[in-house]
């Protein structure tokens, strides 16, 4: 079977930085991998690497065609972006948002067809969305908010979504709603999602398989438990960590203070 | 829910019929009122008479059919054809630059282009103005390098960079601009005659001349720009985002700020420096119908128009038999209504 995503030799610079050294991936169709790497690693260059925005070496491959033949257009048609901190163009209502995601399939000159429209009211339907529809998107809370992005991304109605952090700002509650309806909506449509991710607890849960980024470089890579280990976290996050099982069959990522003492300081001794 | 059920942005006709009525009305009122008052009945006469078939007799005397389609009827027309180029241009730039202040006026563009067109009239061979001339083509010259150095030297600036950085950077590329234009009308003041009063904009002395002269580069650029305006919608949501949909933010940004320069040049050229009718125009559309640019731009075309017509009607008429300025009547109005921008606009980037 032809992998969905295929990533080989991924470079890329920013002057004399190395943002992304050779890295490799491979993400098969309707599978969900999750990224995970300290701040800095290069994940969301990663991503962005995917989406055209950034130019690299090596070469990229969607269902087995490179991204280099590809028009920009058609590529949008194969890769959806759920970026971490979208821009919100003021004055700009839910739908008229959420229909942007229709512009890859839209003529030069034509404006959206009775088709688009269906499409976006689907997703509307889909995200719960239909009450918030001509609210202007400034005026959302956070978790609205990251609901209409999604929205737009599938109203792209590409096979891959991409997803950068995409519950970082969100309550735990918000985080797991937000994370349920992308498997919800992956199952349903079939897709291929990779995501960067910051929760390690939660990454462990929804992605099929990790890959973790450090400086740049693929450093581990597979299940939840293979990936989530002591001293890979030590060794490239810097953080003395505590893998427990959750007696469920997952694993929960506990941070372990260093100093290991919670007694009160000393009165005395604080400045 | 399916498709019938939302409601996108979107250009209504009737939105643009009743914006074109007040392009009509405000033709009427302008040609009606001047030294010599025409009745309304009696121009629509004189107007339908001129098409084929139709055969009127207005009632005005040939003095008044002069004044009429020698004077007033150019100047309007011209007028309509300035504001607007300058009201697309301005709806334009704030697209492609993503900033709501910016203004073909503030970006140093209208400033490039009139020191284009004072070097070309100065130095230039002495031949009537044609479309196709060196007059036009050393506006368009002078209104790219006025805009590329204003967005050289606003984004230049890393730390701090906002929305008001770009304008402040349009300021300082226009004074210098102006203060040149200025200095090489003073050293051929006896063959600079024409562009005397350059600076604070006029349409006092246009003919249909002029008209013909700014005709193809104004239909051209607007076109492309209203070609443009879904782009612009989705250049909205910032490069990276634009770029994930399909678009490439570059060729948009070079299109787009190609034609706004062209049309701004080519009216430049005729009328001079007029500031704030690419601010005021767009903006209050955007606040009654709504942000899109394909809603934004067309009406900017129409209202822009209007809105430059009754300008000058204002700047003919307020002090007659003396003129006002037109630049000055659009300051007056716009650089109050600038204030409100800025404020609203506080924080933006761009």
């Known amino acids: ?271 | 829910m399916t498709g019938d059920e939302i409601r996108p942005s979107r250009l209504h006709w009737w939105w643009l019929v009743g914006a074109l009525l007040v392009l009509a009305a405000a033709v009427l009122v302008s040609v009606m009122l001047g030294a010599v008052d025409l009745g309304a009945s009696s121009i629509v006469s004189s107007l339908l008479d001129r098409l084929p078939f139709v055969d009127l007799d207005s009632g005005l005397t040939d003095r008044e059919e002069a004044i009429l389609w020698d004077l007033r009827m150019p100047r309007v027309v011209l007028g309509g054809i300035v504001g607007a180029t300058l009201a697309v241009a301005g709806g334009s730039y704030q697209g492609a630059f993503r900033n709501p202040l910016a203004d073909p006026y503030l970006l140093g563009v209208a400033a490039g282009a009139g020191l284009g067109a004072t070097i070309a009239i100065a130095y230039g061979p002495s031949i009537p103005s044609t479309p196709f001339g060196p007059l036009p083509l050393m506006a368009f010259i002078g209104g790219i390098a006025g805009v590329a150095a204003t967005y050289a030297i606003g984004y230049s600036v890393r730390a701090g960079r906002t929305a008001v950085t770009l304008i402040l950077a349009g300021v300082a590329v226009a004074s210098f601009l102006t203060a040149v234009q200025t200095y090489l009308q003073q050293r051929n003041a006896e063959t600079l005659r024409e562009v005397y009063g350059w600076i604070l904009g006029r349409l006092s002395t246009v003919g249909w001349t002029e008209v013909w002269m700014v005709l193809p580069y104004v239909v051209v650029a607007t076109a492309v720009m209203l070609l443009g305006a879904r782009r612009l919608d989705v250049l909205s949501v910032g490069d990276d985002e634009a770029t994930t949909l399909g678009v490439d933010p570059t060729r948009v940004r070079l299109v787009m700020v190609l034609a706004a320069t062209l049309g701004t040049a080519a009216v430049v050229a005729v009328s001079g420096l007029i500031g704030f009718v690419g601010i005021i125009v767009p903006h209050t559309i955007r606040i009654i119908f709504g942000s899109s640019y394909r809603i934004v731009l067309p009406l900017s075309v129409v209202l822009g128009a209007a809105f430059l017509i009754l300008a000058d009607l204002l700047a003919r008429t307020v002090a007659a038999p003396a003129e006002i300025p037109i630049g000055v009547v659009t300051a007056f109005f716009g650089a109050p209504f600038f204030a409100i921008v800025l404020r609203s606009s506080r924080g933006l980037g761009s």
């Open chain 1, 1 to 271: 079977m032809t992998a969905a995503l295929t990533l080989t030799g991924i470079g890329v610079r920013f002057g004399d930085a190395t943002i992304l050294d050779s890295v490799d991936l491979t993400v098969e169709p309707g599978e969900w991998v999750g990224l995970i790497g300290p701040n800095g690693a290069g994940k969301t260059t990663l991503l962005r690497t995917v989406t055209g925005a950034v130019a690299f070496d090596g070469s990229i491959q969607i269902n087995g065609a490179d991204t280099s033949t590809l028009k920009r257009r058609q590529l949008a048609r194969s890769v959806a972006l759920v970026p971490q901190q979208p821009v919100l163009p003021p004055g700009t209502r839910v739908v008229d948002y959420v229909l942007l995601g229709r512009t890859p399939h839209l003529g030069e000159v034509t404006g959206p067809s009775r088709h688009d429209l269906d499409i976006v009211a689907g997703v509307l339907d889909a995200l719960s969305l239909s009450a918030f529809m001509n609210r202007d998107v400034t005026t959302l809370s956070g978790g609205e908010l990251q609901r209409v992005v999604i929205a737009r991304a599938f109203a792209q109605e590409s096979p891959i979504l991409l997803l950068d952090e995409p519950t970082t700002a969100l309550d735990i509650g918000k985080q797991q709603a937000v994370l349920e309806l992308v498997d919800r909506l992956r199952r349903q449509r079939t897709l291929t999602v990779v995501s960067a991710m910051h929760d390690l607890t939660i990454a462990s849960q929804f992605p099929d398989r990790l890959v973790m980024l450090a400086a740049g470089q693929v450093v581990a890579e597979g299940t939840a438990a293979a990936v989530l280990r002591p001293d890979l976290i030590r060794a490239h996050y810097d953080a003395e960590v505590r893998i427990l099982d959750d007696g469920a069959g997952g694993i929960v990522v506990v941070p372990v203070r260093s100093q290991g003492d919670t007694t009160d300081p000393d009165p005395g001794t604080v400045a």
